[in-house]
């Protein structure tokens, strides 16, 4: 991660949600109109349904045909009171904002229906292949989101015997988390496929699975595209999921989206994108590598690419915008063939993937995000206008893109078990990003400027009554800190700091 600088329902899915997260109320309403909803609620409180469904696009030949799934429907509590359905309890069964220790997922096979306007919304179906590491009765992931609607549930057992029933349900709306209580335990060392299916509209906050635009010069018409953005804890807002750094798992994505755009992911596309009888089209990606949540990426949009192959590997690299500003990627294009090839020789391990794409993303919070093989970019982090653009907006494009191209090892293939050690993560990142902008081009003396930019930074910022270690909350202190820190580390022992980066890359 960079930081800048100062419709239609094709699926079927049940429109009636059983987990949604609970809107926020206005400080107004009055105690006589939650009393009369309570009041309803109780009405309301205890009917089951069930529902079957086709297999699906799941992991292991997906779920049986017209195998039962039990269907909850998110009941209205004395915590939620505007919510209706059954078999929800008030209080969590899991009280920790730390997931259990009792499952691992081991794959995501993803489904998402997207419609951008008017609607801006999607149908989603996630099949998690689930490893039960302990005996239990509870399965507790991650969901947000005013507009999520989880509309079913069921468990399924890889071994073709009868799995636990899903047989209760409750919302954790402060620690993000959706429960699901089982009418006997799983099984140690036994696998299960989850399956969720969900509604949910594309974000406005330029977090999750959300929305973005730009205005076409050409004839002024306002152009729409879907992007995401996951770190640190947003994967939940774009489908249920495990969301902890330290649980991996490869992802099976396929997009349903207008035939007029084109989707990326992490994976290159299976072939070319199927035609539907509706006039859309399905795009399918490779399963990926095993990675933290945070880091799956897709995009939607109508951008075009340009492309080059690396020096030596040949390896697929592309920079993506739309098509009036995608020349303008150029120079990002070359630094990061280049600069890729220079982390293989430096952290003594290829890059894991088959492609890199680079995508200028118009509507961005950060500088850039650093999703392994989709890397996303503010636009004015990745593109320069040759005629107009700064020497130093140059520096900057080059330096980003060196940054995130760190991060494709140290931060996605070494990742931090939790995020009180993301310090680690970023300062290693901020500092390598040096290395890679003066091999493209030593001309910039990048690693000359460090005293008198980061370093002198962190030094005002540490001598403030307010400063604090650099292992705890991520802030901007801590950024100039860490960072710091391993040029000093590089300085007193470069080639013995080298030798180690290597050793821990490899494990």
């Given amino acids: 991660l960079q930081h800048t600088p100062v419709a239609s329902n094709p699926r079927g899915i049940m429109e009636e949600p059983f987990l949604k997260p609970k809107p926020r109320r206005a400080a107004s309403v009055s105690r006589w109109f939650i009393a009369a909803t ?282 993506w915008a739309p098509e009036h500003q995608v020349q303008q990627g150029k120079l990002a294009l070359d630094a990061a063939a280049m600069i890729l090839e220079f982390f293989e020789d430096f952290f003594g391990q290829p890059f894991p993937l088959p492609k890199c794409d680079l995508v200028a993303i118009p509507d961005f919070a950060a500088g850039a995000m650093e999703n392994w093989g989709l890397i996303t970019y503010r636009s004015t982090a990745l593109l320069v206008d040759p005629d107009e653009s700064s020497t130093s907006n140059r520096e900057w494009v080059i330096s980003v893109v060196s940054h995130e191209l760190a991060h494709q090892w140290f931060g996605n293939l070494v990742t931090m078990e939790w995020w009180d050690d993301l310090w680690l993560n970023e300062g290693f990142a901020s500092y390598v990003q040096d290395l890679g902008a003066d091999y493209f081009d030593p001309s910039m003396r990048v690693s000359d400027q460090f005293s008198v930019t980061t370093l002198t930074t962190a030094l005002g910022l540490d001598a403030l009554a307010t400063t604090h270690p650099i292992a705890v909350t991520v802030t901007e202190t801590k950024e100039q800190k860490r960072c710091s820190i391993m040029t000093i580390l590089r300085i007193c022992d470069a080639p013995h700091a080298r030798t180690h980066t290597h050793t821990h890359t490899r494990r």
Wanted: glycine share 6%; with cysteine; net charge negative.
């Fill in 38 to 319: 309570l009041g309803v609620a109780v009405l309301f409180a205890a009917t089951a349904v069930t529902a079957t469904w086709s297999s699906g696009p799941g992991v292991d030949g997906g779920i049986p045909q017209g195998q039962a799934a039990h269907m909850l429907g998110v009941g209205l509590d004395t915590a939620a009171a505007d919510r209706l359905g059954v078999s929800t309890v008030s209080e969590p069964f899991w009280t920790n904002i730390r997931l259990p220790d009792t499952l691992k997922p081991l794959n995501y096979t993803i489904f998402l229906d997207v419609y951008l306007e008017p609607s801006f919304s999607y149908t989603g179906t996630v099949d998690v292949l689930i490893e039960c590491l302990k005996e239990t009765d509870l399965i507790v992931l991650h969901a947000k989101g005013d507009n999520m609607s989880v509309t079913s549930t069921s468990l399924h057992s890889t071994s073709h015997d009868a799995a636990p029933r899903v047989s209760s349900a409750a919302v954790h709306e402060a620690f993000e988390q959706i429960q699901f209580k089982l009418d006997r335990e799983m099984d140690a060392g036994e696998k299960y496929i989850l399956r969720v299916e969900f509604q949910q509209k594309l974000s406005k906050s330029m977090t999750g699975f959300y929305r973005s635009s730009y205005v076409r010069p050409s004839d002024g018409a306002r152009r729409w595209l879907a992007t995401t953005h996951f770190e640190p804890t947003d994967a939940r807002q774009a489908f249920p999921c495990f969301d902890e750094p330290h649980l991996k798992a490869k992802f099976s994505l396929t997009l349903a989206h207008a035939a007029s755009l084109v989707a990326l992911s992490n994976m290159p596309a299976i072939g070319e994108p199927e035609a539907t009888e509706e006039g859309r089209a399905v795009t399918s990606f490779d399963e990926s590598v095993t990675m933290s949540t945070y880091l799956v990426a897709f995009v939607i949009s109508d951008f075009k690419p340009i492309q080059r192959t690396s020096p030596k590997r040949g390896l697929e690299v592309r920079v």
